[in-house]
C-alpha cells in the first residue's frame, strides 16, 4: 500500500535551517512531490512542488534524490513564524493518486 | 483577489442529521476538491469537481456527496450524520483538473462537530 511517512514533529531555533524528509518508498514514475504548510485554524498552503532533482523558490528547497523514494524540504533561517505543521503529499496527474503524510509539526524556538 | 471562502465557519449537529457545506472558490478557478481532516487520519480525499462533473473519488462511503454550480461554487453534503465524522472540512481550488502540477489553494475548511 502506498503512502508517505514523514516525522512527527521537529525542534528547531531561529536562523537555523531546517529539513524535513519525507519517504514514499511506492512513488510511481508520473508522481509528483508537493509540500504544503499548515497554521492552526487555517488550510494548508502550497510551499513547493517538484519532480526530481532539485527545485528552489523563495521560500524553500525541494531535493529529491535519483531514486525518488524519498524528498527533503529545506527551509533556510527558519524564524518563529514557520512554527506550523508541514505536510507531504505524493499525486498523479489526474488526481487518481492522492497520498498525504500526516504531517511534520515544527517548533521555532527563540 | 479574494481567496477560497468556506461558509459556514463551525457547525455543529447531531447524529442522524444532514449537513451541507458550500465552497466559494478563487474567481477563475474551475476545479474545487474537498478534503476531510482529521487528528488520527491527516488529510483524506473527497472529491473532485471541474466544469460540474466530478473527476474522481476518494474512498468515502456513498454519505458524502457532492455537486459543482455552473459558477463553480461547489457544495459537499454528508448525510445521516457519524460521530466519526467530525473533522475539518477543507475545500481547495486550482486553475484546472489534477492537482499533480497545480498549486491548490486551500480555505479556512469548516469545522463540523457532531454529537
Known amino acids: 500500500l502506498a503512502k508517505t511517512t514523514q516525522p512527527i514533529s521537529m525542534d528547531s531555533y531561529e536562523g537555523q535551517e531546517v529539513n524535513i524528509t519525507c519517504s514514499h518508498n511506492?512513488?510511481?514514475?508520473?508522481?509528483?512531490i508537493t509540500w504544503y504548510q499548515q497554521f492552526p485554524s487555517q488550510g494548508p498552503r502550497f510551499i513547493i512542488q517538484?519532480?526530481?532533482?532539485?527545485v528552489t523558490n523563495e521560500v524553500a528547497s525541494l531535493f529529491i534524490p535519483a531514486d525518488r523514494k524519498s524528498s527533503t524540504l529545506s527551509l533556510p533561517r527558519v524564524s518563529l513564524s514557520d512554527t506550523a505543521v508541514y505536510y507531504c503529499?505524493?499525486?498523479?496527474?489526474?488526481?487518481?493518486?492522492?497520498?498525504w503524510g500526516l504531517g511534520t509539526s515544527l517548533a521555532v524556538n527563540p | 483577489k479574494a481567496g477560497v471562502t468556506q461558509t459556514p465557519r463551525y457547525l455543529i449537529k447531531t447524529r442522524g442529521q444532514q449537513v451541507t457545506l458550500s465552497c466559494s472558490p478563487i474567481?477563475?478557478?474551475?476545479?474545487v476538491s474537498w478534503y476531510q481532516q482529521t487528528p488520527g487520519q491527516g488529510l483524506q480525499f473527497l472529491f473532485e469537481?471541474?466544469?460540474?462533473?466530478?473527476?474522481n473519488k476518494g474512498n468515502f462511503p456513498g454519505r458524502f456527496s457532492g455537486r459543482q454550480f455552473s459558477n463553480s461554487r461547489s457544495e459537499m453534503n454528508v448525510s445521516t450524520l457519524e460521530l466519526g465524522d467530525s473533522a475539518l472540512y477543507l475545500c481547495?481550488?486550482?486553475?484546472?483538473?489534477?492537482?499533480?502540477?497545480?498549486?491548490?489553494?486551500f480555505g479556512p475548511g469548516t469545522r463540523l462537530t457532531v454529537l
Open positions: 474567481s477563475g478557478h474551475r476545479s
Open positions: 511506492n512513488i510511481a514514475t508520473n508522481d509528483y
Open positions: 469537481y471541474f466544469s460540474e462533473t466530478q473527476r
Open positions: 517538484g519532480y526530481k532533482t532539485k
Open positions: 503529499l505524493v499525486s498523479n496527474r489526474d488526481n487518481r493518486k492522492l497520498i
Open positions: 481547495a481550488s486550482s486553475p484546472t483538473f489534477g492537482v499533480s502540477n497545480n498549486e491548490q489553494f
